[in-house]
């Protein structure tokens, strides 16, 4: 989303016009599909439950249809900017194009006010849900890999209805342009095939709930497989997310709180080494990450939710 410094009110029209350009000429390299080739695309099997995706300074590489059910997604920062990947399911008979030709310019023609200092926060969210076309309110985040560092690679099972989707990232670059807006925006199919799949053993549940994280137990060293299961919907205009942040013994959380803030931060480059997630998902969902800890001290942050609270410090012996 736009930081204080990337769009005004004169810019929304161009930003949405530069976003189309860039969607139009595909930056990953591949074919982009929409609902008409749905049929004919090539799908995974059961056998191939492992989806990569490759995040770059700015694009994803991926696969333009997947199947429904569970599916393990390896997500790979190639890029030198920090990542995540989040899965926008658009409602029965929306399409992309509407995606980026309605829905954008609605959203940043509200924002442009908020940053241009004409509008206080509390306003805001309010002011989206009132701008967007009326078919936003049928729309799920369904979640999504995490914040990822450079050069990393991380791992987390997901559970995808069928349908059409939007992929995004909106971490801002340092000149404060959404990561979607250069590129990193893009349709999928996930289709009626079902995967076969299964979720994978859990050693522990983290519970999202409002506003707070609620571990079944203490986090411990080792490589190992948390359940993150969302128990509520917030009052807000995402659902609740899971990010995992290293933090070094000088670091600061409240300034964790700070970068994260997906309004006013989310502002390359990250004072914080990221190391997967989960990205908002809405309640009942339930998602899987696989992490390995070493010594040291994290968080688990909720860019989303971290201002009210939705943050949780650790160290692992």
Known sequence: MPSRTSFGPQAAAGVVVLALLIVSACSTGESVPDERTAE??????????VINFVASDFAFTGP??????WNTIQFRNEGEQTHFLTFWELPDGITFDQYTGELLPAFFGVFG????????????????????PAWFADMENRGG?????PGLVSEMTINLPAGNYVIECYVLTSEGSPHG?????????????????????????????????ELEAPLVAGTQTWAIQVADDPDGFLGYGLHLAELGEDDDVADLVA?????????????????????????????????????????????????????????IE
């Open 40 to 49: 004919t695309a090539t799908t995974p099997t059961a056998e191939e439950l």
């Open 64 to 69: 333009p249809t997947m199947p429904s059910g």
């Open 113 to 132: 006010p908020y940053l241009a200092g004409e509008m206080p926060r509390e306003d805001l969210v309010p002011a989206i849900h009132a701008g967007l």
């Open 145 to 149: 890999p995490g914040l990822i560092a």
């Open 181 to 213: 807006v250069e590129g990193m925006l893009r349709p999928l199919i996930v289709t009626e095939e079902d995967s076969g799949g299964a979720p994978p053993a859990a050693g522990t549940t983290i519970t999202l709930t409002n506003y707070s994280f």
């Open 259 to 315: 970068w994260s803030d997906w309004v006013d931060g989310l502002r390359e480059p990250a004072p914080f080494r990221f190391l997967g997630g989960v990205d908002a998902a809405p309640a009942g969902t339930t998602s899987y990450l696989t992490v390995t800890l070493e010594p040291g001290r994290y968080a688990l942050v909720s860019k989303e939710y971290a201002a009210r609270g939705m943050v949780h410090e650790f160290r």
